[in-house]
């Protein structure tokens, strides 16, 4: 879906807990199961054969539900787990090659992250938790105090410096928690549940304010979650875990219309299709002047909005417009369609 | 007749044991028949087959007063060697315990007590302890022993100080690798649990009573353990998602030393300092025995001359002492707290 080369790319990665890995690597490539591997070997099958590409300046969310392995993937972007086999190719290249002094390097000024439980330094000020990546680099306070403070400005947090961590609410802390992994002016911004500790409308506030900061910083950001409703909102590109292993990847409308597994059909039937999906992903793709439309609509328009502009009328149609281009033409009744998961396959997941 | 003999008989052993045995069991027999006593002794009163027992049997066989004088003299030889090593690594602490006495004492009482006031009042910030300390060192003085409190005073600094500048290296050295943990944790153990006087000793063979260092070293020994513990223990129940957070970032080890982990330790590391520091004034009554000046000489005379009167008081001395430093320390170690809401 993008035509730039991929900031990360994650090439047959593998990883293995126990005493043997190397053994149980073979097993696990010969075919064995996760619990099997467990019964029979006492080894922890954490991640298989993981490939995915993240592309540069996008958010590639990595959704699955507990012990799906996805806080182990995005601890191998940053080499806090190493692997058992497989390459990470940040910018080319392959960082598991990386000296000590190299890997630091990737981590003081590459890459940043975000922590579920914020993970900030109880003893030291907010604008000192902010500074940690120029503070780490050698400078003092002074030096990154007017960076610090316009990043925590920006995410909200104006005259809050001179606080500590302890005097703020949980979603005050995960402000600074970004603020802090903004300072760094790292491309890549690793975010492993950065929201999932926070109660549902500071959530919301947190998840637009990152779509807001995407829109104007263009970071290729890495963020895990197990909320589907959150993956969505968010991801340009989703990666969907399960057991260690990819179910499947691609752009979110395109899981949501087409799952290709019973797993994900399960998942998404739970889901709000009409504030979900877009315009573009129901449209018929044409340039040729449609007849008898009853209005325009923008390709990026929820089906909610269609929905109530259209007061339900599905033998309507609409042109759905690009920048002000003709993109294709809506039918209400494809879109209706697309309300619905698809019929035969529907009947499977539900048995 | 000895219990034992069947052992040596049994096992062809006698003729190793030397004819004496034999010679002795025939007086033992020749005993039996003149006095015609009970030479089978009851079942019930087997004794257990200990070096004397067997010595009983068979004149080989060490008896257990040659296993203790054995080591005695085992010590004794590798006493000079064992001198040459320690002698100058610990003379730096007799000076240091020698200059601190002198000091203490040669300030006169309207510096010093202001002084140890002014002290607490930097470390405490509480108009109350400063109080409390005023009151104190003014009783003790009212009754004549400014000079004593001093002394007990001037050595606790300087073990509790040495203490520290030990303790909390090896505290961190035992928090970063298991194995050291494993090695240290025994010896820690032993230390606490050996009976103090029994430092005394081997001390008192290795220098002379006269040098300071002879009580310093066992108030040191004695009083170390708590800083070394708490201080492992503070630095492994640093918050893992934090160190993780400081990886991410990329600091160094040292880094991660020096601004999180012995920061986010220190509330535990200080209360160590508390508990050493109460420990040493336990050791320096103690370690009145072998020549440490101070309010433990006081205790020891009225232990010795049965004077009630200079016991009590010279106890209770000690008692307000310690209820200062700790006071004081613990004031210390709630500031720490408060600077880190958890």
């Keep these: 879906m993008t035509d730039t080369t991929p900031k990360i790319s994650i090439r047959g990665l593998y990883k293995i807990f126990g005493n043997d890995p190397e053994t149980a690597l073979q097993r696990v490539k010969d075919g064995i199961g996760k619990a099997e591997l467990l019964s029979e070997t006492n080894h922890v099958l954490g991640l298989n054969d993981i490939n995915v590409d993240m592309p540069t300046g996008k958010t590639t969310v990595i959704m699955g539900l507990s012990g799906s392995g996805k806080s182990t993937l995005i601890r191998h972007l940053n080499r806090l787990i190493e692997p058992t086999a497989g390459e990470i190719l940040v910018d080319g290249d392959n960082i598991l090659d990386y000296s000590a002094r190299q890997l630091r390097d990737l981590r003081q000024h590459r890459m940043s992250m975000v922590f579920q439980k914020f993970a900030l330094l109880p003893h030291r000020t907010v604008l000192e938790n902010t500074g940690l990546a120029p503070s780490i680099s050698g400078q003092r306070p002074k030096a990154y105090a007017a960076e610090a403070t316009k990043w925590l400005d920006r995410v909200g947090l104006e005259g809050q410096g001179n606080q500590y961590p302890a005097q703020l609410s949980g979603g005050m802390q995960q402000r600074v928690g970004i603020a802090r992994a903004l300072t760094s002016n790292s491309d890549i911004m690793l975010m492993d549940e950065a929201f999932s500790a926070l109660d549902p409308l500071i959530r919301t506030d947190m998840q637009n304010l990152l779509i807001e900061l995407q829109n104007e910083l263009q970071k290729t950001v890495v963020f895990i979650t197990h909320d589907l409703d959150e993956a969505l909102k968010l991801a340009d590109h989703l990666v969907i875990l399960k057991d260690g292993f990819i179910v499947q990847q691609g752009e979110p409308q395109q899981i949501l219309l087409h799952p290709n597994d019973p797993y994900i059909e399960d998942f998404v039937a739970d889901i709000n299709r009409a504030r979900v999906l877009r315009v573009r992903s129901v449209m018929e793709k044409t340039t040729a002047p449609a007849e008898g439309v009853s209005g325009e609509v923008d390709h990026d328009d929820t089906l909610e909005n269609v929905i109530e502009a259209s007061g339900g009328d599905t033998n309507k149609h609409y042109k759905v417009t690009r920048d002000g281009e003709q993109v294709g033409v809506l039918h209400m009744r494809d879109l209706v369609r697309a309300l619905v998961p698809r019929g035969p396959s529907a009947e499977t997941a539900s048995h | ?342």
């Design chain 2, 1 to 342: 007749m000895a219990t034992y003999d069947f052992l040596f008989d049994k096992t062809g052993l006698r003729g190793w044991c030397g004819e004496e045995s034999s010679g002795l069991s025939s007086m033992a027999d020749l005993l039996g028949n003149s006095g015609g006593g009970d030479d089978t002794t009851s079942l019930w009163d087997t004794p257990f087959p200990s070096l004397d027992a067997l010595h009983d049997a068979c004149d080989k066989i060490p008896q257990s007063r040659d296993l203790t004088l054995g080591l005695e003299r085992g010590f004794l030889d590798i006493k000079d060697g064992l001198k040459v090593i320690v002698d100058p690594i610990t003379q730096p602490l007799s000076w240091a315990l020698e200059n601190a006495l002198w000091l203490m004492q040669a300030m006169p009482w309207f510096i010093m007590i202001p002084a140890l006031m002014l002290i607490s009042w930097l470390v405490g910030r509480s108009l109350k302890l400063v109080g409390l300390v005023a009151v104190v060192f003014g009783l003790l003085a009212f009754v004549d022993y400014y000079d004593y409190t001093m002394q007990t005073l001037a050595i606790i600094f300087v073990c509790a100080f040495i203490c520290v500048l030990l303790g909390v290296p090896i505290g961190i050295a035992m928090s970063r690798s298991d194995r050291v943990q494993r090695a240290v944790i025994p010896i820690l153990d032993m230390l606490q649990t050996l009976p103090p006087f029994v430092y005394l000793i081997p001390l008192i063979f290795l220098f002379s009573v006269t040098e300071p260092k002879l009580y310093g070293i066992a108030i040191i020994l004695y009083a170390i353990v708590p800083v070394v513990r708490l201080t492992d223990l503070g630095i492994r129940l640093v918050d893992p998602d934090v160190i993780e957070a400081a990886d991410a970032f990329g600091m160094t080890e040292r880094q991660k030393l020096y601004r999180v982990q012995v920061p986010l330790a220190l509330p535990n590391i200080m209360a160590g300092v508390n508990q050493t520091i109460m420990m040493s004034l336990a050791m320096v009554v103690i370690a009145s025995l072998v020549s440490a000046p101070g309010l433990g000489v006081l205790v020891l005379r009225g232990i010795r001359n049965l004077e009630l009167g200079v016991g009590l008081l010279s106890g209770l001395g000690i008692v307000f002492l310690a209820v200062i430093l700790d006071r004081v320390t613990k004031a210390a170690l709630a500031r720490i707290n408060a600077q880190q809401p958890q």
